[in-house]
């Protein structure tokens, strides 16, 4: 599954971008932008909640999984990798 | 420790033998009971939203209340057929207040048990008690204040946000830039305490501890050479949003700032303006130390808050345990304020001017 391309397109449509042409990468800490509002954050957990049937624990509410793509994308497989493991598991 | 009390932020009146004296439909001649006009100004006073829930024909109500001189006092006044469990969710959900800070008064109990069977958190009072209102212990816990006298007139002001908002072609986000808004953040003065401790008392979603402030213990923090007591105020085209955040810090610790309480009122959740309060502390904490702490109580309630102090950087664990928390934070990142907000410091000159008092 590509994780990467549905969660750059979200933050991509809920950035306040002022100018079009702005650059970001997958790398880019799109809270160090400035244009992220403080809603923002609950609007993403709220997304990748649903958007990858994951939940997201008190626990893993941690900026360092939230910083970038890639950090977003790695914390959603990592998560993704757990819960499949986990229902193996139990099929064993 | 004596329990706390869960200050009502809106009143629903029934009409009908309740607000008046007789059925509107069929007895044509109504009129406030005894006691009622005084009754309503109070709570106004006390900033207690209004609202109505009748099951009646909105354009003969409306009228009539306009007639009485007390159509200005109710918000989003419900006038239909449906349910009253459905008039007191939708009210809660314009006013962007829960259910549970709700008190519904009606004379017929059928109405008061549709209510409760649905909606258990809403307080239901029977109408022959209405002269009691005023002494609810949950109702007399909100004190008389300026800014409480003047938040119907907000509300007022937000409502034509909304509308405007809805009417906005465009994303939501460049909404927010059309409001030109200003965030101002001082310390409390003495004039400040009362909306102060009034916050500590309302503010539920967007509250770190939900602890409550007395006014003497917030006025021993305001003059207390170690604390520093901040409190802000947003304003923008439409006028102010009044003082909608506060903040307390211990200022003596060897190890650095110790947030000891961080809110800020539901009123201006949809601004988007929650974390720049606290990015404005982290900034004020660097300068007098490598760190900072923060007590945090998970309270089933403030989500948000956890969010919001998570992402300005704050770790530690955290349960849901009835003691507030110790979180730390190193203040190596630091976010910058949103490009659509300007922060000033210091109080601004500008003051509120509420209906009525020309």
Redesign the interface.
Known sequence: MNIHRPVRDYIQR???V?EDDMEWTDDT?I????????????QL?QYIESEFRIVIE??D???RH?NSVNQIAAFIANKLDVATQGSQAREG | MSERIQAVKCVVWDLDHTLWDGILLEDREVNLRPGIAGIIRELDERGILQSVASRNEPDDVLHKLRMLEVETYFLYPQIHWEAKSHSIRRIAEQLNIGTDTILFIDDQPFERDEVRSLLPEVDCMPAEAYLELPMHPRIACNPVTAEGSARRAMYIADCKRKEEEAAFQGPADHFLRELQMEFAIFEADASDLQRAEELTVRTNQLNATGIPYSYDELAFYQSDPSHKLYMCELTDKYGSYGKIGLALVDTARPEGWHLKLLLMSCRVISRGVGTIFLNYIMRQAKQHGEQMTADFRLTGRNKQMFVAYRFAGFAGAINDGEEAQRLVNDLSAIQPYPVYVRVVEGRQPFIYESEGRH
């Open positions: 809920n950035l306040v002022f800490n809270f160090q932008l400035g244009l992220v509002h403080s809603l923002f954050a609950m957990l008190n626990e509410m941690d900026i939230f």
